[in-house]
């Protein structure tokens, strides 16, 4: 069994300071996988492992994710090959750009897969696109929010947990698929793993051709901080206090 | 002078702060010192991210690691927690026993991972009228007409002893005489007949605790013996240094833990209408504190690298350990400082390591024998 998983690299949100003008700087942010990515990283080796598979991961991404400790740390975590194409026109991508070279990535490295993972959505932009347009891209089904999924012969068969009952979805292959974070806990890399990571395949190449997006991205701004009231109560004025919070919730 | 981490390295670090957040939550570890134990969950995703063979040799399961790497993984994996593990402590164990050991004697390590993550052996060195004085250790083997051996002796300090399946036992062959130095060192089965522990209660420290260990007629047969007959006290003084850096490098990582915590305080706690971090007595603390890390840290990174182009450090961690262990109490003695009656309470963790760090002043050798060893080789280097 072949597993595609699609990995995303972006800053750490934990550094990425706004600037006086309300941009972004992104100087003091290393390059990290994309949080919901590493989740499903692990539903992609934990399947694998149960189904005597592979699993490959790819990647679009900017020319900064070509970065050594990144792509090992993604090799660390029961991944077999790396396949990344770094752009940096993809540093603004929309979802239909990267499910595009995402497709290519796969046409040209990956054909004879089986399922394509996708995490919940990007750390950055997480508008949970990018599943949808790849299946449409490859003319397979998708299904999103997953919280478990096994393999049945030509199939997989899913759970999505809703409100009152635990949905079960037979899927035939090849699918795309994105779960939900709690699918599986990302394992923590051991010192064997981080060795490996560094001898397993890997290669980066840029963009053929131009990027086609369909979202124009004018400008990158964080929104205007709201001014604090700093209304403040009177000690042992509770009432007032809730009466307030009861206000500003209404 | 290259001062950065590879990537492995860093990834490494950024494992063990993964484990450290899922494992370590402050209710966690306070349950962990309450128990006298750190939980058999967190003892398993030790072993599960396979950190204790990190250090041992590949012919016994493990991954052989270069000291540098094995005082980094300890220092950070003390500061993450907060709190004091049997880990590196039981690594040691295991890496005498892998390096001294036969085959057969070496692979109860990687089938008593296989059952848990718990620590395999501990190591029985001290004695009540033998602990910096190691000549002084009455135990004993003695050969019997059978062709068994039977020791007989008590140990004491011996951590993790009560919690290990091993032992790893130095005695003295035949005679308990001072002048007599022929010692072997034995791999005893902690339920063997004839061994039983006493519970000794530790100022701090208690996820480590420590045991009397009690030999009554203990036979053993002559495959239990690891290395060569007499041989044992020169087997085991080949890494002493070693140890002395993982006692640096634990104590520095709690150190450093406090000063994060002390800081963090400083920042948000308002007196006279501002932050106490901008009064200067405050500073003092804090930039205090801040020359012990960088100096001890760059001086235990010194001699792990020393150790790892095969030199002797001898006297530099004979140095280090009596310094930097007395000022990493200093540090967390700060810290308490700064959290004022806080930091007296067990609300905040900082008085617990200062109780943590007391005792790395004397483990791996007292500060007064580090200074007695310092003493003499100093003056041997100036020519």
Redesign the interface.
Known sequence: MKIVVAVKVVADDQDIFVSGDRSLDYSKARQIISTYDTNAIEAAAQLAADNDGTVVAISASTTKADD??VK??IL?RGIDELFMVADDSLETADSYATAQVLKGIVDANASDYDLILCGDGSADLYAGQVDVQLAAALDVPVINEVTGLKVEGDKVVVERTLEDEVEEIEVPLPAVISVSPNVATP?????????A??KKPSSVEGLAGALETKVEVEDIKAPEMTPRKNEIFAEGDIDAFAAAVAEALK | MDFGLTDEQELLVESLKEYADRYFDDESVRQMYENHQVSAEAQDAYRDAGFPFMGLPEEVGGIPTDHVTLGLMTEKLYEFTGAMTPFMTGMLACADLAEFGTPEQSSVIMEEYEKSGQSVAALCLSEPAAGSDNMGMTMTSKKQADGTYVLNGQKTWVTNGADVPYLLVICKDEDPARENNKMSLWLVKRDTPGVSTAHLTKLGQHTVPFVDVFFDNVVVTEDQRVGGEGNGWLLLMKNFEFERCLVVAQGLGLAQAAQNDAIQYAKDRIAFNKPIVTNPRVQDLITENETILQQSRWWLYYCLWKLDQGESINADIAMLKSWGTRAHLQVADNCIEIYGGLGYTDEVRVGRIWRDLRGNMLAGGTCEVMDYIAGRAVPKAYK
């Open positions: 050594t400790k090992k740390d660390s394992r923590i890399p051991g010192m064997r793993e981080i060795l990571a560094g």
